[in-house]
């Protein structure tokens, strides 16, 4: 039991780092080609510090919101993971589903119920699915490394 709480918290916490990083990534993207459209010319550059610096101000200020409410949609996803993957044998790939689908269920759910999704990184459809992506990455995280219950 120990050993899959521990494995829990390092998943998250490999989540929110990644998962916080995309959003930043997407939401440079977005910062730059509305620079460029509003100059009418091309798109200003990032430095790699300006980079590193924009990712790690959103770690501090978006991760532990990020995590609570990515916490709550894996834990939800990995116990019914876990309950599935007894039944189907197919333990990484209903992992990795359920990850995905916990991701997916949580920027859906805050878009119908706050009508935005909060995360600026996942409003279009790019940024959703590479959020998904953080999630299926989690759940292959979490059944690689949480011992399978015989």
Do not use: C
Request: net charge positive; hydrophobic share 60%.
């Amino acid at each position: 039991m120990l050993r899959s709480v521990l494995v829990y918290l390092l998943v998250l916490a490999v989540t929110v780092v990644i998962g916080v990083t995309t959003h930043s990534l997407f939401v440079m993207h977005a910062w730059t080609m509305a620079a460029a459209q509003a100059a009418d010319a091309v798109p200003p550059s990032l430095s790699v510090p300006e980079h590193l610096n924009w990712i790690g101000h959103d770690i501090v200020g978006m991760g532990p919101m990020y995590g609570a409410l990515a916490g709550v949609a894996l834990l939800v996803s990995f116990i019914v993971a876990g309950l599935l993957a007894r039944v189907t044998g197919s333990r990484t790939i209903v992992f990795v589903v359920a990850g995905a689908v916990a991701m997916l269920a949580l920027f859906t759910t805050l878009k119908a119920v706050m009508d935005t999704v909060a995360i600026f990184g996942a409003r279009g459809v790019m940024g959703l699915a590479a959020q998904a992506g953080v999630g299926g990455l989690a759940g292959l995280l979490f059944a690689t490394f949480k011992p399978s219950a015989a």
